[in-house]
């Protein structure tokens, strides 16, 4: 890149000052370059955190030696999640066999309501996956998730005294290295890790993606803030990640010095201003400038480098229309995992128990139907199990086999969610973006009301539209037109 920015001038000053700092940094406004920049400006020791394992591998190649690279699940499994290497990757199971173990055998009332040991079951698990993701130093009955059925006070009173010992029993087999009934996740050993109070030996820390960091990564970071300078850098209109308990903690860093990178290097002014829209919507804090030397266009594409969607679904469907046209087409992350497990969904289909590592315990395709739909560590399974039940396996192994890889591919399709943090020359946005509902009333010139976009839909909108370099087809999107009144 040329001539900093008056913006990324000013972090770096800050930066070598020893202020502690939180960066939102606008797509593609040079935010890992700007890193780098402070990086270079100390010969002090550093640590970059990321979430993905790709961007951390591909900071780790930009960065001087004197910063680490790494994912705060590879620094937490160094520190102590080895030693459950055993139990990690183990086969799924319904969290009501999990609960059987845990000697959850029978249902109980509640007020006018039965719940099964089943809910019970999924309920504990629930608990612990809440914890986990939390800042708290103990399980307590406020992880028991409240349910729909028992929405008064005393009702989830008495559910949360019939789960909570179960969810502490949970969480006590997690703690064996080598055997337990429960099955054990990374996040398991990332809050074990966070639990120790861990000192993060670095004169400074570069927290990534700082919009979508979970409370116990949160909690780790600010608390190395007495011998370590702290960075945290994001975008808070890309923070996409909440149905996971990620939540943006740009916002409140209240000991940092805010700063912002708002000119764009990715794209020219036109796609700034479509991305300002979706900021806008999103009552997002910044505002993006494009750069004059790129001429990017907003107008319909013929043949883009990539098709990203909203849902899973909506991206096989766009390949398989794709396929059918006699395309090369790639899918982003690739296709094996999804042909392994559509290859397990049709024997489970047909009556048979599947190999599959993650699906060997299950039964029947009814049986991984409800784990997806009620348990909560199925939750990940729910977009597999929704395009199966709409296309089918055969229709599945047909497209995934004839993927090409993305080297030799025409057209790359990926969701909006996978594409965050890459880019393309030319970007159409699939079809499956619904535009807003109307709310059934009208205004005083007769017109429809809809219902206003919501903060979810417009980040995640602000992501697909910024991956684009060159060109945007704002297809499925294109109903933003009207609803500004553009």
């Not at 943006?248 to 860093?253: A, N, R, S």
């Not at 750069?291 to 043949?303: F, K, R």
């Not at 009556?351 to 590592?357: A, D, E, K, M």
Request: some cysteine.
């Amino acid at each position: 890149m040329s001539t900093p920015t008056d913006e990324q001038v000013h972090a770096v000053d800050t930066f070598r000052a020893g202020h502690h700092l939180a960066v939102q940094a606008g797509a593609g406004t040079g935010k890992t370059t700007t890193l780098e920049m402070l990086a270079a400006s100390t010969k002090r020791r550093g640590r970059y955190v990321a979430f993905n394992k790709d961007i951390a591998c591909h900071a780790a190649t930009r960065f001087p030696r004197t910063v680490t690279c790494r994912t705060a699940h590879a620094t937490a499994y160094a520190a102590l999640g080895h030693r459950y290497a055993g139990r990690l990757n183990g086969p799924r199971q319904p969290a009501w066999k999990t609960g059987q173990a845990l000697g959850i055998t029978r249902r109980v009332r509640i007020g006018d309501h039965e719940i099964s040991h089943r809910t019970l079951s999924n309920t504990a698990l629930r608990a612990v996956k809440r914890f986990c993701y939390s800042a708290d130093q103990t399980l307590s009955r406020h992880h028991v998730p409240r349910l729909r059925r028992l929405p008064t006070p005393a009702e989830h009173t008495q559910l949360a005294d019939v789960v909570f010992p179960f969810a502490m029993k949970a969480w006590a087999d997690l703690q064996n290295p080598d055997q337990g009934v429960v099955h054990f996740e990374h996040d398991h050993y990332l809050k074990m890790w966070a639990l120790t109070q861990p000192k993060i030996e670095a004169d400074f820390l570069f927290l990534d993606e700082a919009q979508d960091t979970n409370p116990v990564l949160e909690q780790v970071f600010h608390a190395q803030r007495d011998h370590a300078q702290l960075v945290m850098v994001g975008d808070s209109a890309q923070a996409i990640y909440g149905w996971r308990s990620a939540r943006d903690v740009m916002t409140g860093f209240d000991d940092a010095t805010a700063l912002t990178l708002t000119r764009s290097f990715r794209f020219g002014p036109l796609l700034a201003e479509q991305a300002n829209r979706w900021l806008q919507l999103a009552d997002a804090p910044i505002r993006l400038t494009g750069s004059e030397m790129m001429d990017t266009e907003v107008g319909d594409i013929a043949n883009p480098d990539a098709v990203l969607c909203r849902t899973n679904i909506g991206a096989m469907t766009e390949v398989m229309r794709l396929l059918a046209e006699g395309r090369r087409v790639a899918l982003a992350r690739g296709g094996h995992t999804l042909a392994a497990l559509a290859l397990a969904a049709r024997d489970l289909k047909e009556g048979r128990r599947t190999s599959h590592p993650e699906l060997v315990l299950f039964a029947s395709w009814g049986e991984v139907q409800d784990y997806a739909a009620y348990d909560p560590a199925g939750a990940d399974l729910q977009p597999f199990v929704d395009l199966v039940d709409t296309h089918g396996p055969e229709a599945i192994l047909t497209a995934v086999d004839k993927l090409t890889d993305e080297h030799g591919a025409e057209v790359i399709v990926s969701t909006a969610h996978k594409a965050k943090g890459r880019e393309w020359p030319t970007v159409r946005i699939g079809d499956d973006f619904p535009p807003p509902k109307g709310t059934g009333q009208q205004d005083s010139e007769g017109s429809p009301i809809l219902e206003p976009v919501s903060d979810t839909d417009a980040r995640l909108a602000y992501v697909a539209v910024t991956r684009a370099r060159r060109h945007l087809d704002l297809g499925g999107l294109s109903w933003i037109d009207s609803h500004l009144g553009n």
